[in-house]
């Protein structure tokens, strides 16, 4: 299928040159693009106001002789009603699509794989994101980075790359001696072993680990004697001597793990590869002495060894503590060298939240130094945070809206407003539903601004919400199934005659390859919710003024429309990893 944008460029270079109006400096700068005003028509080029500048002529008087030219190109025709063309403000030359092209498109859009391209094909890229650490309740700002992760995964998957799916988890540190040492005095204090615990179900285990790390996060902050013990206590894990100390590392590690993957499945996520903070962490010592070595890195007071920010205008970070211990610094600089050792990706990148995107900035400018290969190979894509109307929530003292609470609350919002409806598996429904306003809540706007978490605006049938987009497609599956039942023989064709809202429809249908690709190149979901918000949007105008059946029988041309709007709406939520469901 010819690409439009590709098609009317060529023909203005055609007009150009025909029109003998080509600058001496060559040829400008020129857009094509969608006009916001769709009166204007489906494309639009600031072509003759560039030129005009250049010529020191009018630009209604070049976009005339430019247009002259346009009309006679019969290569443009093919695409664009070449006897629309016009001249519109102050020098936009506006094109409309054929009819033909339109019908083709609906088509074309009622085919499973519409909008999937192999721009990528051949090229291997790892996406890192959620990373929760073991021994820490997941919380919001986990669902905030797999959303968004996942969404980029999908985003450049459905153009054809190999996408490698990773979770890097922070399995020793300080955090976790925290836990342990809350674990210990958790099992005093009650009076039970751990085997007792390794029999509770995973969700009481996990409450055990959420309640032990408060406590040693409290108990850090305010009592000096227990601080202490932590920092003993986190030397203690890395160099595993100490059986007792093995023992409820190994367990609460692996109860962690498990319980993450509930979530995980309940997300839509499958991870390809995890990495640990366990085994970064040696490796990052290594590079440690070789920053050293190289006159990287440099000795710090105490022995510990740092980075000189300051000459990059940056900051100073530490990449072994005093205690030879590596730092986060040390891990992600060990991590990069063990993921690429696992996956040999052609680009990688790192979605985590923009709190640390400062620390991030210090980590690459030392991996650039270091290893400018695995450098280039690296984006971090810092995102905002989710706010409660008290403000943003931190895990540092456990005092944390988990991930799990926060979507279960989010259910039972929905749920008060389905329960009356007659929904088959209607739990199951409400959850899809309550993950999909999570995911269009954080993925429709740019990422990296924050989010207010507003439960009752977040699942609203109305408006621009998950659950709109989400309540369109089921329509339109509805519509397709009891015409399906009714067995009626589906033909295609082109009406000569059309509704102001079909064609609405058909003006925004053929955008969805150019949006999908758009989104892509720029790793921005949000293009991908404005579509299937719109698309949405227009589908109800036409379920309002337009009847697929009609005295008895079906209109054919309808039918499709109906059947390519929920391929597209189906395939856009896919690539936001939100269900849709059949019936609402």
Not at 1 to 11: G, W
Not at 28 to 55: I, M, Q, R
Not at 334 to 340: C, D, E, P, Q, S
Not at 465 to 470: D, I
């Amino acid at each position: 299928m010819l690409n439009p944008v590709v098609v009317v460029t060529e023909a203005l270079g055609r007009a150009l040159s025909a029109s003998g109006l080509m600058p001496e400096n060559g040829v400008p700068d020129f857009s094509v693009s969608h006009p916001k005003d769709e009166s204007h028509g489906d494309y639009a080029t600031n072509l003759a106001l560039l030129l005009a500048k250049n010529l020191g002529k009018n630009p209604r008087e070049v976009a005339e002789k430019l247009i002259t030219n346009l009309q006679i190109d019969t290569e443009l025709a093919t695409l664009i009603d070449t006897t629309k063309i016009n001249v519109a403000g102050a020098g936009f030359i506006n094109f409309w699509l054929k009819n033909d092209y339109l019908f083709a498109q609906v088509e074309s859009a009622t085919v499973e794989g519409y909008g999937r391209s192999k721009r990528l094909v051949g090229q291997k890229i790892m996406v890192e994101y959620t990373d929760p650490n073991p021994f820490k309740e997941m919380h919001i700002g986990h669902l905030m980075s797999n959303t968004i992760g996942e969404a980029i995964a999908r985003l450049i998957e459905c153009q054809g790359a190999t996408v490698v799916r990773a979770c890097y988890q922070g399995d020793v540190g300080l955090h976790v001696a925290k836990a342990i040492w809350g674990m210990q005095q958790k099992l005093k204090l009650e009076s039970i072993e751990l085997k007792e615990i390794a029999e509770w179900e995973l969700v009481r285990r996990q409450r055990f680990m959420g309640e032990a790390y408060a406590l040693g996060a409290t108990k850090y902050e305010e009592n000096e004697g227990a601080k202490a013990e932590m920092i003993t206590l986190n030397k203690q894990i890395y160099e595993r001597g100490e059986e007792s100390i093995n023992a409820l590392y190994d367990a609460g590690r692996a109860w962690s793990l498990e319980y993450f993957e509930t979530i995980y499945a309940r997300l839509g996520t499958k991870f390809d590869q995890y990495f640990f903070e366990s085994e970064a962490g040696p490796v990052g010592l290594k590079v440690v002495e070789e920053g050293l070595a190289k006159g990287v890195l440099e000795q710090g007071e105490g022995g510990a060894v740092v980075y000189k920010g300051e000459q990059d205008g940056l900051h100073t970070r530490v990449f072994r503590n005093k205690l030879g211990l590596p730092t986060y610094e040390a891990k992600d600089l060990g991590l990069a060298k063990t993921k690429y050792e696992r996956v040999k990706y052609d680009l990688s990148y790192i979605v985590t939240a923009n709190e640390i995107t400062e620390y991030f900035k210090v980590v690459l400018r030392v991996m650039e130094q270091l290893y400018p290969d695995l450098r280039a190979k690296t984006t971090h894509i810092p995102h905002g945070v989710m706010k409660l109307t008290t403000g943003k929530m931190s895990s540092r003292t456990g005092k944390v809206v988990t991930g799990e609470g926060l979507l279960n609350d989010l259910r039972d919002v929905v749920m008060t407003k389905i329960g009356e409806r007659e929904i088959e598996s209607k739990d199951v429904v409400a959850d899809q539903i309550a993950v999909g306003a999570l995911k269009y809540t954080v993925l429709r706007q740019v990422i990296g601004g924050d989010i207010v978490y507003d439960p009752e605006k977040m699942t609203n049938l109305e408006g621009a919400t998950g659950p709109f987009v989400q309540y369109a497609y089921a329509r339109a599956s509805s519509i397709l199934k009891k015409f399906e039942v009714k067995n009626e023989p589906i033909k295609l064709c082109e009406p000569s005659n059309l509704e102001d809202s079909e064609l609405a429809l058909m003006r925004w249908l053929y955008r969805y390859p150019e949006v999908i690709e758009e989104a892509g190149r720029a790793l921005a979901p949000h293009m991908v919710v404005t579509y299937v918000t719109e698309l949405a949007a227009r589908f109800n105008s036409f379920y309002q003024n337009c009847r697929v059946e009609e005295d008895g029988e079906v209109n054919q041309f309808r039918y499709e429309l109906t059947e390519a709007v929920a391929n597209v709406l189906k395939s856009g939520l896919s690539i936001l990893r939100i269900v849709a469901p059949a019936e609402m």
